[in-house]
C-alpha cells in the first residue's frame, strides 16, 4: 500500500499543528492565564475579608457593649455619696470598683486587638483591590496581543485545511480513516518510518515477527505507541 499521500497530508496537517501549538503556548496566552489566576485569588481573598470584617466587627461591638456597660457602672458607683456608706458597703465598692478596672483593662486590651485585626484586613483588602485593578489593567493589554495574533493565525489555518482537503481527496480512504482515528486520539505524527527495524515514533525495537509482517504489508501498527510504522523504500 502506497503511503505517500497520506506522508504528504501528514506534512500539511503539521503545519496546523505547528500553528495551534504556538497559539497555545504564546506568552500573551500564558499571561492571560495567570492573570485570570489573580483575579480569582484576589476575588478569593475580598470574601474571605468580608466574612472576617464582618466576625471581627461583631466581637469588636460587643466588647464595647460590655466596655460601656463597665463605664455606666464604674460612673453608678463614683456618684454614691461615700459619707453616707457604712463600711461594709465601702468595702463592697472598693472591690467592686477594683474588678471593674481590672475588667476595663482586659476589655480595652481585646479592643486594640481587635482594632489591630480590622486594620490587617483592611490592609488584604487593599492589595487585593490593587492586584485586581493592575490585573484587569493588563489583561486588558495581553487580551489585544493575543487575539492579534489568533487573527494572524487563522486565515494560515484556514489556508492549510483548505489545502488539506484537496490533499485528502488523493489519499487511500482507509489509510485516512486510520490517520483520522489516531489523530483524533491525540496521536501525532500518526504514521513513521521504521528505523533500524524499531518504531520511528516511540523507538521501541520490533520483534522478528512484527518485522516479516512490516516487509510483507507495508504497514505494521506498533504495539507500545499505536502509531502506523511504514516500511521506507528509500
Same mark, same amino acid.
Given at each position: 500500500?502506497?503511503? #505517500?499521500?497520506?506522508?504528504?497530508?501528514?506534512?500539511? %496537517?503539521?503545519?496546523?499543528?505547528?500553528?495551534? &501549538?504556538?497559539?497555545?503556548?504564546?506568552?500573551?496566552?500564558?499571561?492571560?492565564?495567570?492573570?485570570?489566576?489573580?483575579? &480569582?485569588?484576589?476575588?478569593?481573598?475580598?470574601?474571605?475579608?468580608?466574612? /472576617?470584617?464582618?466576625?471581627?466587627?461583631? #466581637?469588636? !461591638?460587643?466588647?464595647?457593649?460590655?466596655? %460601656?456597660?463597665?463605664?455606666?457602672?464604674?460612673?453608678?458607683?463614683?456618684?454614691?455619696?461615700?459619707? &453616707?456608706?457604712?463600711?461594709?458597703?465601702?468595702?463592697?465598692?472598693?472591690?467592686?470598683?477594683?474588678?471593674? +478596672?481590672?475588667? *476595663? =483593662?482586659?476589655?480595652?486590651?481585646? *479592643?486594640?486587638? #481587635?482594632?489591630?485585626?480590622?486594620?490587617?484586613?483592611?490592609?488584604?483588602?487593599? =492589595?487585593?483591590?490593587?492586584?485586581?485593578?493592575?490585573?484587569?489593567?493588563?489583561?486588558?493589554?495581553?487580551?489585544?496581543? +493575543?487575539?492579534?495574533? /489568533?487573527?494572524?493565525?487563522?486565515?494560515?489555518?484556514?489556508?492549510?485545511?483548505?489545502?488539506?482537503?484537496?490533499?485528502?481527496?488523493?489519499?487511500?480512504?482507509?489509510?485516512?480513516?486510520?490517520? *483520522?482515528?489516531?489523530?483524533?486520539?491525540?496521536?501525532?505524527?500518526?504514521?513513521?518510518?521504521?528505523?533500524?527495524?524499531?518504531?520511528?515514533?516511540?523507538?521501541?525495537?520490533?520483534?522478528?515477527? /512484527?518485522?516479516?509482517?512490516?516487509?510483507?504489508?507495508?504497514? *505494521?501498527?506498533?504495539?507500545?505507541? /499505536?502509531?502506523?510504522?511504514?516500511? !521506507?523504500?528509500?
Amino acid at each position: 500500500m502506497k503511503v #505517500q499521500k497520506i506522508l504528504d497530508y501528514q506534512a500539511k %496537517d503539521s503545519e496546523i499543528i505547528k500553528i495551534e &501549538k504556538d497559539l497555545a503556548q504564546s506568552k500573551n496566552k500564558k499571561a492571560l492565564v495567570q492573570i485570570v489566576d489573580v483575579v &480569582k485569588q484576589a476575588q478569593q481573598i475580598s470574601a474571605t475579608c468580608e466574612a /472576617q470584617a464582618q466576625e471581627v466587627l461583631n #466581637q469588636f !461591638n460587643s466588647l464595647k457593649k460590655a466596655y %460601656d456597660d463597665n463605664i455606666k457602672t464604674f460612673l453608678n458607683i463614683q456618684n454614691k455619696d461615700v459619707e &453616707k456608706l457604712e463600711e461594709n458597703d465601702a468595702n463592697d465598692i472598693m472591690k467592686a470598683t477594683n474588678d471593674l +478596672f481590672s475588667n *476595663l =483593662n482586659i476589655l480595652e486590651k481585646k *479592643l486594640l486587638s #481587635q482594632a489591630e485585626k480590622i486594620n490587617s484586613i483592611l490592609n488584604d483588602y487593599e =492589595n487585593a483591590k490593587k492586584r485586581y485593578n493592575l490585573a484587569r489593567e493588563k489583561h486588558t493589554f495581553f487580551k489585544e496581543q +493575543f487575539e492579534n495574533e /489568533q487573527n494572524k493565525a487563522e486565515p494560515q489555518i484556514e489556508k492549510l485545511k483548505k489545502e488539506l482537503d484537496e490533499l485528502s481527496k488523493n489519499v487511500d480512504s482507509e489509510l485516512l480513516k486510520k490517520y *483520522l482515528e489516531k489523530r483524533g486520539d491525540k496521536i501525532f505524527p500518526v504514521f513513521v518510518p521504521v528505523i533500524n527495524n524499531a518504531c520511528g515514533g516511540c523507538m521501541m525495537e520490533l520483534p522478528m515477527a /512484527q518485522t516479516d509482517k512490516l516487509k510483507r504489508d507495508g504497514l *505494521l501498527e506498533c504495539e507500545n505507541c /499505536q502509531r502506523i510504522i511504514y516500511k !521506507n523504500n528509500n
